[in-house]
């Protein structure tokens, strides 16, 4: 079946804007993460989904950041007045045993 | 200090070299210890997953960890150019729901 699909693959918006980023898992995958990864940097923990319901949040930097998985399958990434050093690509995965990418959203803030 | 820490290279070699990628980390807690292939502008892909110390063989991949020194490493025989990627280790405390923690990631080129 197919992976992980994130839309879009690349989000540029303005220094203050409002932006959501859209995480697919493979299907009957109930856990769900996401990630953020600096240039030249590896992922960094943000946020973990058991269904419903987020089971672990505290890689979440401020409250800007926030997500969202009501029905237990999609996903959304939501911040609030992005600032430039929000510019990172963000990463979901979902899990059976391990952990399988998405290809992951470039977020340029300007 | 971060939890995890690996040279970030770059490191480059010939086709046909062994390659020698190494984390350390300093949470004795982790127990489940990964390795994961990220070609540009794509997400990472699991390579290896090894549980504990010992050693892991996949193909032309080997794993392993040493839980006493806090190191793990990825030996990758006979190379190919189509290995040239960045590559991460990642660890977690248990096989469930924990978080990953990431390296730094080795920026790796093969020489054809």
């Known amino acids: 079946g197919a992976g992980v699909s994130q839309t879009p693959s690349n989000k540029v918006t303005e220094k203050g804007k409002y932006v959501e980023l859209r995480c697919d898992p493979i299907s009957g995958h109930t856990a769900l993460y996401w990630y953020r990864q600096s240039l030249g940097q590896g992922p960094e923990f943000l946020i973990y989904f058991q269904g419903t319901g987020a089971a672990d949040d505290s890689g979440l930097p401020n409250d800007r950041f926030f997500a969202v998985r009501p029905e237990g399958s999609v996903s959304t990434l939501k911040i609030q007045r992005t600032e430039r050093g929000d510019s990172a690509v963000y990463l979901c995965?979902?899990?059976?045993?391990?952990?399988?990418f998405g290809p992951g959203t470039r977020l340029t803030v300007l | 200090q971060k939890e995890v820490e690996q040279d970030p290279g770059p490191l480059s070699v010939p086709e046909g070299a062994i390659v020698s990628l190494n984390c350390t980390y300093s949470n004795s807690a982790f127990q489940y210890f990964m390795w994961y292939r990220q070609y540009s502008r794509k997400g990472p892909e699991l390579l290896m997953y090894?549980?504990?110390?010992g050693n892991k063989e996949d193909g032309r991949f080997t794993a392993q960890v040493d839980k006493s020194s806090k190191y793990i490493s990825l030996f990758i025989r006979d190379s190919q150019p189509s290995d040239s990627a960045t590559y991460l280790c990642a660890m977690s405390r248990d096989q469930g729901a924990q978080k990953l923690v990431f390296g730094q990631g080795t920026r790796l080129t093969i020489n054809p």
């Open positions: 995965a979902s899990r059976n045993q391990e952990q399988f």
């Open positions: 090894t549980y504990s110390s």
